[in-house]
């Protein structure tokens, strides 16, 4: 990829074609020129543009966006044309001018599409999801795709094909409602022999959704120990409980800020932190409820799920037994960046999602505040499946 403007421009591009191809599903469906699939509006055409191909070949992405701006500049022709009787031949003309000079791209620019190709995921990456996809993944997955996510399950030897890892880029690769589709309705070879079962006779598009949001959890807990976050992880939708007030959604609590995760349990006993004017403070406890505050501005605000322990704890590459005293870090945006391990100071090494153009910003500040530095000035530009999240 080149550099910071070759990234503006392209994001424009893609964010662009992203709302135009969304925006004519929603009409064709307003219209009742095309159906639902699976709960949401179906895609009516087999192939869609692959922003995915034009994120890595800015040839054909400039030529697009070129021929973009020529026939929006051709269709203002067309109604100046419309308009203004004294101008028509020459509007006219003009306009089909600018339709011969674009640079029309190749059919390289178009990927197979699915029904489900557009379709967002209705789960928010909520604990809730995550742990029902648990479920899901041990009892329908796990025997093919492994326990692990590294695609080593004990039926593998009797596969034609053997399944990917999900503990690497795959997930993050494809666009949500295509790793759907492959899930609901299976995978064939070139030969039309099925690689990956279709499971949309045992499970519903709710276990389906669910399931994806634990394949994402299992691609950063495997990826933690391999250095890193395969993909952007966000921080999981749960409700927080401050003190005795009524439990609020945790984008309602977060509203905008930076939030610090820290694990805490019955043995951290006065390891509960104080408040940080630079975060806002998530507590984590194994039955998602908090013991009495032994000191003041300790952080009073918690998880109210006794499932979270175990979401985090994989997000964090831990067991459930080895998170208490574990920290994470999410920016702005609700984007986990870093995590710290029980006991130690913060530094760079704790980066787990960096930022795929990256400009090193060089700062003086050590430990966390370098830590929080970086994270602002390096948002996450997420493009998954060509699609900007
Ligand atoms: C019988 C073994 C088997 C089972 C059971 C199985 N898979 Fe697969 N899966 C595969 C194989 C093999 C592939 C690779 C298929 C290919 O590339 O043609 C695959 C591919 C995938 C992919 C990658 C799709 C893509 O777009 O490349 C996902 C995601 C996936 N499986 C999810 C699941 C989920 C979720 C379940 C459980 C609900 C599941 N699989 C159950 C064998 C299996």
Redesign the pocket.
């Known amino acids: 990829m080149s550099g910071p403007e070759a990234t503006v421009w392209l994001n424009a591009l893609l964010r662009f074609l992203q709302w135009a191809q969304h925006g004519v599903l929603v009409l064709l469906h307003t219209l009742g020129l095309t159906g639902e699939a699976h709960g949401q509006p179906a895609w009516p055409w087999d192939v869609r543009i692959a922003g995915e191909t034009l994120l890595i070949d800015l040839g054909q992405a400039r030529q697009l966006g070129v021929t973009f701006i020529a026939v929006a500049l051709a269709l203002l022709a067309v109604v100046i044309a419309v308009l203004v009787r004294r101008w028509r031949a020459v509007s006219l003309g003009v306009a089909a001018g600018f339709l011969v000079v674009a640079p029309w791209p190749s059919v390289v620019v178009l990927a197979p599409a699915m029904p489900t190709s557009f379709h967002v995921s209705p789960t928010a990456f909520s604990v809730v999801s995550i742990t029902h996809g648990t479920r899901?993944?041990n009892t329908?997955?796990a025997?093919?795709?492994g326990a692990d996510g590294r695609g080593e399950g004990p039926?593998t030897a009797t596969?034609t094909?053997?399944?990917?890892t999900v503990v690497g880029p795959?997930l993050g690769r494809?666009a949500d409602g295509?790793?759907f589709w492959?899930?609901a309705h299976g995978?064939q070879?070139v030969q039309g022999v099925t690689?990956?079962?279709a499971?949309a006779d045992r499970?519903s598009d709710t276990d389906i959704w669910a399931?994806l949001d634990y394949?994402k959890v299992l691609a950063a807990s495997g990826g933690v120990r391999a250095g890193g976050w395969p993909l952007p992880v966000a921080l999981p939708a749960l409700s927080v409980r401050c003190g005795d007030a009524p439990p609020q959604s945790l984008v309602a609590w977060r509203n905008g800020q930076r939030v610090r995760v820290v694990a805490v349990d019955a043995a951290s006993g006065n390891g509960i932190p104080l408040e940080d004017p630079r975060f806002q403070t998530l507590l984590i406890t194994p039955d998602g409820t908090l013991p009495p505050p032994t000191r003041a501005f300790q952080a009073r605000c918690v998880a109210a799920s006794a499932d979270a322990w175990d979401v985090f704890a994989a997000i964090a590459g831990a067991g459930p037994q080895a998170f208490s005293g574990t920290q994470l870090l999410a920016d702005r945006n609700g984007w986990l960046r870093a995590r710290g391990e029980p006991g130690t100071t913060w530094s760079d090494a704790d980066f787990l999602c960096t930022s795929a153009a990256r400009e090193t910003t060089p700062t003086h500040a050590s430990g966390l505040d370098s830590l929080i530095a970086r994270m602002d000035a390096e948002p996450v530009r997420y493009v998954k499946g060509g699609f900007i999240h």
Do not use: G
């Open positions: 899901v993944y329908a997955c025997s093919c795709h039926l596969l094909r053997w399944p990917p795959l494809r295509e790793l492959h899930i995978m070879d690689t990956m079962p499971f499970l399931v394949m």
